[in-house]
């Protein structure tokens, strides 16, 4: 079928459409609802279902006779390893560390931090508190210990599974002291650690509350699934909220499971045996979703890779870890190529490289500027397929559909809604807009399968963030547009959430950060574009009256403070020294014009402005540094 007649058919009967979707999943006990509207804050997807996310991902492969299909490949450039796993090996490693889990008093419901890099364990991991029927919350290792205290505290994990250290170009990671450091710092204490040692770092484990993984596991028993409900949540991954509090994006079991399925074969158009390789980490949704759940759900071969698209070792490492491992579909950031197409950009490494097997390049996670697409078309000659998402979505929300036959190719566009989503632009009283103009994208309630039903905790900053400012709506916090063929194109964030090289991050945080410095009387943080990252942070701050020190010590100390608060991930490397901000007259800096600003448009300053000078002051700082056309 293709993708009009996929699209109408799930237009005209929901529920029914995702019946049938339903039906590639494993359940313990079938639902009784497909879609409840009764239920949580914008209805539940099959209430009353019962499975287990683990099983579906590995045991229904063993079962159906595929135990000796390699499961993961862990391809690591940084330490120089390749390691590769069955089904078989993937449930038995998974099984083991459930059981140590469990051993370790974790029972079904309690949530488990995980703090881990690109390592198998770190998916085994992920895979055994599913089987549990444990929450796990993954945190990125870039994040430092103050941002992990924060997760600890929220999430309350019974225990938390860390490794020693990460590996960076040129460095390594010790994980560990960050993660005593966050400890110390949360009100929430775990009652255990399971630490991974890593050769490259052995940590010093707390007796009494650090266990080493590898013994942990190796003396364990294995453990069976547990069965959930399918509305009970599988994970809950944070992400960054428009303040320095993240938000606990809830993912809950049954819904997960089937969109994830679905979008494998529709979207990528793999199945079974395909190799699919999502240059991610598993501490961001994409990782989640495309390195870890969807691939095995759907029984593909799936690759962990630790390493950079540039520098370990050359800009044809992508070209290489395809090759190497046969991959159909690759997925990746806009950043990674841009970096690629800046080291190499004639792509003379590619011809080193047997891509026959490649298929198709899917790109997300930031908005892929046209000459980045047009190059990868240009160079590799294959379908490149840009689609957007959000943590909050799990999977995508327009696309194009290999599956389906559909393979928009407009550059700087994200392709159409999946089945599932009803989009369209909204002005900001919530009237929908006509084809070809610009606005909020929203998405019409119900969301499909997948998407969170709610924050962590907090059901009432769900309704508030995503549901409130237009009723009956799902607010992206995207603005954008939806061209006479359908075809959407995203153009940024409305609120005060940057991406930077692909990761999502809040300049409210930083600002938060920044104003904790003594000498700083206010501040704005904004995202300045940058031809590599796509933006990066840049800090405007006030001094206090009567500071009288010297601007650029200033500024070096309040780029080490983002770094230690929230981590080198921030990327927050220019903070400016100005004499004053744009505000309104009753004193609000003008995010939203500094935003504009920053991006190269007309700021528009609104009527309240108090004085319009300043933002012309800005502008020039702006331009003096090179951050502003
Ligand atoms: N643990 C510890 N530190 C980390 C880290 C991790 N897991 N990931 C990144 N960092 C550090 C980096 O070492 C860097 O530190 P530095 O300031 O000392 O150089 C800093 O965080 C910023 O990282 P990043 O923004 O990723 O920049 P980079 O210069 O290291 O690499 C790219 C640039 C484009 C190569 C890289 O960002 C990339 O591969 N991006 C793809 C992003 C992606 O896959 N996103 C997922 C969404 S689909
Ligand atoms: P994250 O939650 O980290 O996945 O980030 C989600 C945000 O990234 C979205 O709200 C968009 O702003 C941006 N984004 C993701 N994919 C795309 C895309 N294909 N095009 C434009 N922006 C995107």
């Known amino acids: 079928m293709d993708y009009a007649a996929t699209y109408a058919n799930w237009l005209r009967d929901p529920e029914a459409y995702w019946a049938e979707a339903a039906e590639g999943i494993a359940w313990d006990r079938r639902w009784d609802h497909v879609f409840d509207p009764a239920r949580g804050t914008f209805g539940q997807y099959f209430a009353g279902g019962r499975l287990n996310t683990c099983f579906n991902a590995l045991d229904r492969h063993v079962d159906a006779g595929r135990g000796e299909q390699v499961a993961l490949i862990w391809d690591s450039p940084l330490s120089g390893t390749v390691e590769r796993f069955t089904y078989r090996a993937l449930r038995?490693?998974?099984?083991?560390?459930?059981?140590?889990?469990?051993?370790?008093?974790?029972?079904?419901?309690?949530?488990?931090?995980?703090y881990m890099p690109m390592i198998p364990a770190a998916v085994v991991s992920m895979l055994a508190c599913a089987r549990l029927g444990a929450v796990h919350s993954v945190v990125f290792g870039g994040f430092a210990a103050a941002e992990l205290a924060k997760r600890i505290e929220d999430a309350q994990p019974r225990a938390i599974i860390a490794a020693s250290c990460g590996l960076e170009p040129g460095r390594v990671v010790a994980y560990k002291p960050m993660l005593d450091a966050a400890i110390e710092l949360s009100a929430h204490k775990p009652d255990a650690c399971l630490i991974y040692q890593r050769p490259q770092l052995r940590a010093e484990l707390r007796p009494g509350r650090d266990h080493d993984f590898a013994e942990a596991e190796t003396s364990a028993a294995p453990h069976e699934p547990v069965p959930i409900e399918a509305t009970d949540p599988l994970y809950v991954l944070y992400t960054s909220g428009t303040t320095g509090k993240p938000k606990g994006v809830v993912r809950d079991a049954g819904g997960h499971a089937v969109a994830l399925l679905t979008s494998m074969r529709m979207i990528y158009g793999l199945g079974a045996g395909d190799v699919f390789w999502t240059a991610s980490d598993v501490g961001w949704v994409v990782g989640h979703s495309y390195i870890v759940y969807a691939p095995l759900l759907a029984g593909c071969t799936t690759i962990l890779y630790e390493g950079k698209p540039v520098g370990t070792p050359d800009a044809g490492a992508f070209w290489r870890v395809c090759a190497d491992h046969g991959v159909k579909v690759l997925f990746t950031a806009p950043t990674a190529l841009r970096a690629i197409k800046q080291q190499d950009p004639q792509a003379a490494l590619l011809a080193r490289h047997d891509l026959s097997k490649l298929e198709a390049l899917y790109l997300a996670g930031e908005r892929c500027d046209p000459p980045t697409a047009i190059w990868?078309?240009?160079?590799?000659?294959?379908?490149?397929?840009?689609?957007?998402?959000?943590?909050?979505?799990?999977?995508?929300?327009?696309?194009?559909?290999?599956?389906?036959?559909?393979?928009?190719?407009k550059p700087g566009a994200g392709g159409r809604p999946a089945p599932g989503y009803d989009v369209q632009v909204l002005d900001d009283a919530g009237q929908v807009l006509e084809r070809g103009q610009s606005g909020n994208l929203a998405i019409r309630l119900p969301l499909p399968p997948g998407c969170a039903p709610t924050l962590w905790n907090d059901a009432a900053g769900f309704r508030r963030a995503?549901?409130?400012?237009?009723?009956?709506?799902?607010?992206?916090?995207?603005?954008?547009?939806?061209?006479?063929?359908?075809?959407?194109?995203?153009?940024?964030?409305t609120d005060d959430i940057i991406n930077t090289a692909g990761h999502r991050l809040s300049t409210g945080a930083m600002e938060e950060v920044l104003a904790a410095h003594p000498d700083v009387a206010e501040c704005a943080v904004i995202g300045a574009r940058d031809a590599l990252k796509g933006q990066v942070p840049v800090g405007l701050v006030v001094l206090k009256a009567g500071v009288a020190r010297d601007p650029a010590e200033v500024a070096a100390e309040l780029v080490a403070l983002v770094r230690e608060r929230i981590g080198p991930v921030a990327s927050f490397k220019t903070a400016h020294i100005v004499a004053r901000l744009p505000k309104t007259r009753s004193g609000k800096i003008l995010r939203a014009s500094l935003r504009r600003l920053a991006d190269g448009e007309d700021p528009k300053p609104p009527p309240t402005i108090d004085d319009p000078a300043i933002l012309d002051e800005v502008a020039a700082t702006l331009q003096r540094a090179g951050l502003s056309t």
């Open 92 to 114: 038995h490693r998974t099984a083991r560390v459930a059981g140590a889990l469990a051993r370790l008093g974790v029972r079904r419901g309690e949530r488990v931090v995980i």
């Open 376 to 409: 990868a078309a240009e160079t590799l000659r294959r379908p490149v397929v840009d689609h957007w998402w959000q943590t909050e979505t799990g999977w995508p929300i327009t696309a194009g559909f290999r599956g389906l036959g559909l393979f928009p190719s």
């Open 466 to 493: 995503y549901l409130a400012d237009f009723p009956g709506w799902y607010r992206t916090g995207d603005a954008g547009v939806i061209d006479a063929d359908g075809d959407v194109s995203v153009m940024g964030r």
